[in-house]
């Protein structure tokens, strides 16, 4: 057993198992090995699932790591009109992400909170934009969930186990990490024409653009969710409604089966007091 091995099992079991898991691989490693297992952080609720769904549906992540790339390549050529034709198919992307870490949820028995929504498709938008952590989300090892804040790099720092091992499960996307055979050789790099350096407004013109998208993507699931939530109010106020009139539709039955029952008694009174 290596680490990648032990990562692979350790982040692919169920939350409440991890320290279990955990401890037993670090035993069966022993060593160096065995304390680098006991070093590994418990992933959050969040990160957890998003592991999961590496593991299950990697081909929907291949499809975030493809239009990632797409999305960088249109923006390190400032391509707007690209990124702009790109914005619906990125925000239905990144719906389906989160509808698919909350069926993934649905099925440990757990509910995806709002918040943890919120996490996943900042997750996605960050895979989006940075090819690190497309990387990091296809791997299956994330121990929290990603942010992009529109400027630099993502911040990966304690967000990945064993980051130095960053690869994509299988049936991920080919391009989202750099695997076996990827590195350029230095006779290659020599070949290669060095790049003019970029102005700053350019740098800058692309940042604020990248920042736009971000924002963007968290108001159109925010509007997304508002609207489920408004429709689940709508339909609570229905219920509602169909209650209290089933409780002013008994309130009046109870009534005429109380009246009804008096006269009953009454008359039952009478007859006895003829006889």
């Known amino acids: 057993m290596d680490l990648d091995e032990a990562v692979g099992e350790l982040y692919g079991a169920g939350l409440g198992d991890f320290v279990a898991v955990r401890t037993r691989l670090a035993k069966e490693a022993g060593g160096d090995l065995g304390r680098e297992i006991k070093a590994l952080r418990k992933p959050t609720v969040t990160a957890w699932l998003l592991n999961l769904l590496a593991r299950r549906s990697p081909k929907l992540l291949a499809e975030v790591g493809e239009l990632g790339e797409r999305m960088r390549s249109a923006q390190g050529e400032g391509d707007a009109a690209a990124l702009r034709d790109a914005r619906p198919e990125r925000d239905a992307l990144v719906r389906r992400v989160v509808a698919a870490a909350r069926e993934v949820a649905k099925g440990e028995d757990r509910q995806l909170s709002p918040a943890g929504e919120d996490e996943v498709a900042a997750t996605v938008v960050a895979a989006l934009a940075d090819e690190t952590s497309q990387a990091a989300l296809a791997s299956?090892?994330?121990?929290?969930?990603?942010?992009?804040?529109?400027?630099?790099?993502?911040?990966?720092?304690?967000?990945?186990?064993?980051?130095?091992?960053?690869?994509?499960?299988?049936?991920?996307?080919?391009?989202?990490?750099?695997?076996?055979?990827?590195?350029?050789?230095?006779?290659?790099?020599?070949?290669?024409?060095?790049?003019?350096?970029?102005?700053?407004?350019?740098?800058?013109?692309?940042?604020?653009?990248?920042?736009?998208?971000?924002?963007?993507?968290?108001?159109?699931?925010?509007?997304?969710?508002?609207?489920?939530?408004?429709?689940?109010?709508?339909?609570?106020?229905?219920?509602?409604?169909?209650?209290?009139?089933?409780?002013?539709?008994?309130?009046?039955?109870?009534?005429?089966?109380?009246?009804?029952?008096?006269?009953?008694?009454?008359?039952?009174?009478?007859?006895?007091?003829?006889q």
Do not use: H, I, N, W
Not at 172 to 181: D, H, K, L, S, V
Not at 222 to 228: D, G, K, N, R, V
């Open 140 to 274: 299956g090892m994330l121990v929290r969930a990603l942010r992009y804040s529109g400027f630099g790099e993502v911040d990966l720092d304690d967000a990945v186990a064993a980051r130095a091992r960053l690869r994509v499960l299988p049936g991920g996307a080919a391009g989202a990490g750099r695997g076996e055979g990827d590195e350029t050789t230095e006779a290659e790099q020599a070949q290669e024409p060095p790049e003019p350096p970029e102005p700053p407004e350019a740098a800058e013109l692309r940042e604020t653009e990248l920042r736009l998208q971000t924002v963007e993507a968290e108001v159109d699931l925010a509007t997304s969710q508002l609207a489920e939530a408004e429709e689940a109010l709508a339909q609570a106020r229905e219920a509602v409604a169909r209650a209290r009139e089933r409780l002013r539709t008994q309130s009046t039955e109870r009534e005429r089966l109380t009246k009804e029952a008096t006269r009953l008694r009454r008359a039952c009174a009478r007859a006895a007091r003829r």
